[in-house]
């Protein structure tokens, strides 16, 4: 898949979430594709859905690191600023430690392909496994 082409100058956030989009999203398992944060009840919505994704796309554990404390916010969570309206200075602090987190882009391997090819190696392995249980029997029935 051809990247989307940097453009020059610093790059503004839709181009960076369009990058990670292109890159990465595909290359998550679609159970992880969550478009919106889930809300537990009561709780009312705060993180604002291109910031969810693109936290979904950088950090192992999304909710973790939006709910820790992050010196750029002088000791307060992304969720805190957020509320307070401090959504372009979550998203400046996520656009500055992404390289930190993604892989190279020419390692990414789309969840479609990664998972045929863990059904590949799963059928050669259990036919590997027939194969020597055959051969196994074959021996003990020269042996019998």
Do not use: C, H
Request: without cysteine.
């Amino acid at each position: 898949m051809p990247l989307p082409p940097k453009k020059p100058g610093p790059m503004t956030w839709d181009d960076f979430t369009d990058r990670l989009k292109a890159i990465y999203w595909p290359g998550l398992a679609p159970v992880a594709r969550q478009l919106s944060r889930p809300l537990a009840e009561g709780e009312t919505k705060v993180v604002p859905d291109d910031i969810w994704q693109a936290a979904i796309v950088i950090f192992p554990d999304p909710d973790g690191w939006l709910g820790n404390p992050v010196p750029q916010l002088k000791g307060k969570t992304p969720l805190e600023a957020l509320t307070r309206g401090q959504d372009q200075d979550v998203r400046g602090i996520i656009m500055g430690v992404a390289d930190f987190f993604l892989p190279d882009p020419d390692e990414v391997v789309p969840w479609e392909e990664f998972e045929q090819a863990v059904a590949d190696q799963d059928a050669r392995e259990a036919a590997e496994a027939a194969a020597a249980a055959g051969a196994s029997a074959d021996i003990k029935d020269e042996a019998g």
